[in-house]
């Protein structure tokens, strides 16, 4: 980065309104201090770096040329929004960022006005964008809907979905596409940009809008030849033909970074008379941060590093990770069985499934961001015999339901869902919890449901799911690194619906899902300590339940607890439903259930997280012996 001036701008911009009394000129100044801040701010808290790096200067156009926030800006996914926290009021608390009782690492709507609308997941954005447009164009009202979404978020169909309903909104919707992976545009320069500046004036938009009129005048073949001309003309230009037959106004490409062309180029558009219309920004990912630059993630995502250097702080050695434990199985069984294959949307590295695609490129499938596509062409490849491997984290799964219920399980094909990201994770927050795939899944007919209690019983889970031909099978397992355990040198085939007991005890019994068994395993320890003797069983499946071993569970102890890393609805809500139906409760049995609270939790560290979610071993034994106190008195509860 080139040096700076002295007299620091930034200090005297809080708002977007302070912005927009700086001269045009000073702008490459404020930009330059902007992404020094940013870097310096991701150097001390971790998080996305790259992508905010990448529009510094579109987000500091943005704000000196609309209104905001009457003008409502939507950042699509809002990973690349630190920038615009800091240029928002926020800048005194950007080094809190992802961190407990911190700012959000994306936009969130209860943090500041400048937030309309929050997000976290992909290819929302224009949907939303127009909802504000539309919503004052029916009130009358000024504002308009200004939508920043990337050229990867556009591989998902509900961007073009919202694009096709656009022309309600008129003038109002403004998208400005956001390519930094230069998958749409040939490269831009002086030529481009000063056809964007033309095209987007009110002049040339007035020749055309006279154009246009005059073109209804005349026989229908020569209107229809001019608007093909004209059509024409801007395509090969400038490209955008698709843009336009979905309704818009398009301009571009144009270079994302030079502020001399976007400054006029946006203040055209915000007084366009046509509309809706699509900017078409050029952008460089990590821009400006040489380490970012040369590294193949451009620094997407980063833990704490040294400013100067570029060097992450590394974790210290520990267990291998989840997602890698169960990449590298997968590979083992592909080696095989030629009929497994892996799909993933848009996460190769953060399912495990490089190593997959690095083994065989030929059955290795990364769908884009469409993860309703990437189910229903999962369900294809079983109904033709293969052995297909779903690999999507629980949250983005959500949005696959309708796929999973209607092309999965009614059709009883045998997808392997590979559900990473489950339960609580950290510095992400509520938008990528995994929080009730569990609830989601385990209510549907055919469903096998399981959940890894480490990483050992992850390799036999992947295992068995490849063996498992019958209906479609899930496997559950959280982020980051494994407990410690050994890996298997060969993985067991596992009985479907048969949990097993890990500690025999009489008078209190656990009955975990997950990996809540080590916590289940300290609490036991303390509950020995009171001579209260623990039986800790891990479960393994939330669907098909071993009925039998609960049934024993629930008649030999004075007590038992079912614990979870899942919202109400789940397993705990399963094994009630059971004892009811069995008529155990009805004999005064003292069951209770510990899962997710009823609140979407704030980002923190998981186990702070997990301790506020009484999910711990804390939390277990204090319900225990709360359940025997109750009982020595004579009142029984049923915490559901």
């Known amino acids: 980065m080139a040096d700076l001036p002295s007299t620091p701008l930034l200090d005297t911009v809080s708002t977007p309104d302070d912005l927009r009394k700086l001269r045009p000129d000073q702008l490459r ?6 992404r020094t801040e940013t870097i310096s701010a991701v150097g001390t808290t971790g998080g996305h770096l790259g992508s905010g790096l990448g529009v510094v200067e579109l987000t500091t156009a943005i704000h000196y ?22 240029l928002t009021g926020r800048r005194d608390r950007i080094r809190t960022l992802r961190q407990g009782g911190g700012l959000s690492g994306f936009t969130k709507r209860s943090e500041s006005e400048y937030d309309p609308f929050g997000a976290a997941h992909s290819s929302t954005s224009i949907s939303a964008a127009l909802g504000f447009a539309v919503a004052n164009k029916i009130a009358g009202t000024p504002g308009k809907g200004i939508a920043v979404i ?37 490269p831009v320069g002086g030529l481009s940009a000063y056809l964007s500046r033309i095209v987007s004036s009110r002049e040339f938009l007035g020749f055309r809008d006279l154009a246009r009129k005059l073109a209804k005048r005349l026989p229908r073949p020569i209107a229809s030849g001019m608007r093909k001309t004209d059509e024409f003309a801007r395509g090969m230009t400038m490209g955008g033909t698709l843009f336009e037959e979905l309704g818009f106004y398009y301009v571009g490409p144009i270079d994302g970074h030079n502020l001399e062309h976007l400054i006029p180029v946006l203040e055209n558009v915000r007084d366009a008379e046509e509309g809706p219309i699509l900017v078409h920004v050029v952008t460089k990912k990590g821009k400006g941060y040489a380490p970012a630059e040369a590294a193949a993630d451009k620094y997407h995502g980063v833990q704490k590093f040294d400013v100067i250097s570029g060097v992450q702080t590394k974790a210290p050695p520990g267990p ?6 169960f990449g590298a199985q997968l590979v083992a069984e592909a080696a095989k069985d030629p009929r497994i294959c892996a799909i993933t949307a848009a996460m190769p590295s953060g399912t495990g499934l490089d190593a997959f695609a690095k083994a065989y490129p030929d059955r290795f499938f990364d769908v884009g961001i469409a993860e309703q596509h990437g189910v229903t062409f999962a369900a294809g490849l079983a109904a033709q015999g293969m052995r297909p491997f779903c690999a999507i984290y629980s949250t983005f799964l959500q949005r696959a339901y309708d796929q999973v219920v209607h092309d999965v399980a ?13 339960g609580l994770v950290g510095a992400d927050g509520a938008t990528h919890a995994g929080s009730f795939d569990v609830t989601y899944l385990a209510t549907l007919p055919n469903f096998v449901v399981m959940a890894a209690a480490d990483e050992a019983e992850l390799v036999h889970m992947t295992h068995t799911a490849a063996q498992y031909d019958t209906g479609p099978i899930a496997v559950r397992y959280p982020r980051g690194n494994g407990t410690g355990v050994a890996l298997p040198e060969t993985p067991q ?3 479907i619906g048969k949990g097993r007991v890990v500690r025999e005890g009489k008078k209190i019994a656990i ?19 009171k001579g209260l003797s623990t039986t800790v069983a891990d479960l393994r499946f939330a669907k098909p339940l071993d009925v039998d071993l609960i049934r024993k569970l629930l008649t030999t102890h004075e007590v038992a607890v079912t614990i979870e890393e899942n919202s109400v609805g789940g397993f705990g809500a399963h094994v009630l439903t059971m004892a009811s139906d069995e008529g155990l409760i009805d004999g005064g049995l003292k069951l209770r259930t510990l899962r997710l609270p009823d609140v979407y939790q704030d980002q923190d560290k998981p186990e702070v997280q997990y301790a506020e979610a009484g999910l711990d071993a804390t939390a277990l034994v204090d319900t225990v012996l709360k359940a025997l106190r109750h009982n020595s008195g004579g009142v029984a509860e049923a915490r559901a």
């Not at 040329?65 to 800091?86: E, M, S």
């Open 29 to 34: 100044q404020l930009a330059d201090e902007l």
């Open 65 to 86: 040329v609309f209104d905001t926030p009457r003008d409502r800006l939507v950042w699509d996914v809002g990973h690349q929004c630190y920038p615009h926290k800091i």
């Open 150 to 186: 990337g050229d990867g978020a556009m591989s998902a169909g509900m961007a073009y979905e919202a694009m096709n309903n656009a022309a309600q909104a008129g003038n109002r919707l403004v998208v400005i596409l956001n390519d930094n992976d230069m998958s749409i545009a040939p």
């Open 320 to 325: 291998p990770q989840y997602q890698n434990v």
């Open 410 to 422: 009614i059709q009883n094909l045998p997808v392997r869902f590979a559900i990473d990201r489950a």
């Open 493 to 495: 085939l596992l009985e």
């Open 511 to 529: 009955l975990s899902l997950g990996t809540r068994l080590e916590e289940a395993l300290k609490a036991a320890e303390v509950l020995e300590a």
